[in-house]
């Protein structure tokens, strides 16, 4: 079975520029999440999708941060305009309704 | 308010050694309990869980952790260590799975060392 898949791996862009990130789930994984993982920290939520609906979205900054989940699959995460604070690591996991989470290799992002 | 806490930001053990990793919580409600285990440039592998039941529960690569609601805690053990056990090993808490409840409040992670 394979797993979550995110792209790309790395990322570098000078502060105020946007960048976006992509996850496919594993096949059939109705619940979504996306987690920032600040170097030093453990993960934070930002988001989580059940099928293409927002469950979740309390700790996303909107005024620059956006995510979408079209058709219920594939998940997209924009962060627009970068900042510094936002250089971290964008983990992409995913479940079943009521199950464990399975976590992506996730995506680092350095803002210069 | 919901959190974790692992009071040990780095352990340096020998292999072969026996291995404890520390976990507190704060939940308001019935918690859910994991551990993870992250190698560098990896994701987040989960090691165990516990829902209910027995206390002490068994994880892959070895693991165990047991749950003692009166601490409020939810120590990772290990009998021996090995060398590839080297990562960072992180405590999260949960209400369990779906809607709302199924958000993970992870601790700030123990990186642990190994030496031959």
């Known amino acids: 079975e394979a797993g979550v898949a995110q792209s790309p791996r790395y990322k570098i862009i000078e502060k105020r520029q946007s960048v976006a990130f992509w996850c496919n789930p594993i096949?059939?994984?109705?619940?979504l999440y996306w987690y920032q993982q600040i170097l030093g920290q453990g993960p934070k939520l930002l988001i989580q999708?059940?099928?293409?609906?927002?469950?979740?979205d309390s700790q996303l900054p909107k005024d620059r941060f956006s995510a979408e989940r079209l058709k219920g699959v594939d998940s997209t995460l924009k962060i627009q305009p970068a900042k510094l604070e936002d250089s971290a690591v964008y983990l992409c996991?995913?479940?079943?309704?009521?199950?464990?989470?399975?976590f992506g290799p996730g995506t680092r992002l350095t803002v210069l | 308010a919901q959190s974790v806490t692992q009071p040990d930001i780095h352990i340096t053990v020998s292999e072969g050694a026996s291995l404890e990793l520390r976990c507190n919580y704060s939940?308001?409600?019935?918690?859910?309990l994991f551990w993870y285990v992250q190698s560098p440039g990896q994701g987040l592998q989960l090691l165990l869980k516990?829902?209910?039941?027995?206390?002490l529960v068994q994880g892959i690569k070895g693991f165990e952790a047991e749950f003692k609601r009166s601490q409020s805690s939810f120590n990772l053990r290990k009998p021996s260590v090995h060398w590839s056990d080297a990562a960072e090993y992180f405590c999260a808490v949960g209400g369990g799975y779906g809607g709302s409840q199924g958000n993970l409040i992870f601790g700030k992670g123990t990186k642990l060392s190994v030496k031959p």
């Open positions: 516990y829902f209910s039941g027995d206390t």
């Open positions: 096949s059939g994984h109705a619940t």
């Open positions: 939940y308001g409600a019935t918690p859910y």
């Open positions: 999708f059940q099928n293409n609906g927002v469950v979740d």
């Open positions: 996991a995913s479940s079943l309704v009521r199950r464990e989470q399975f």
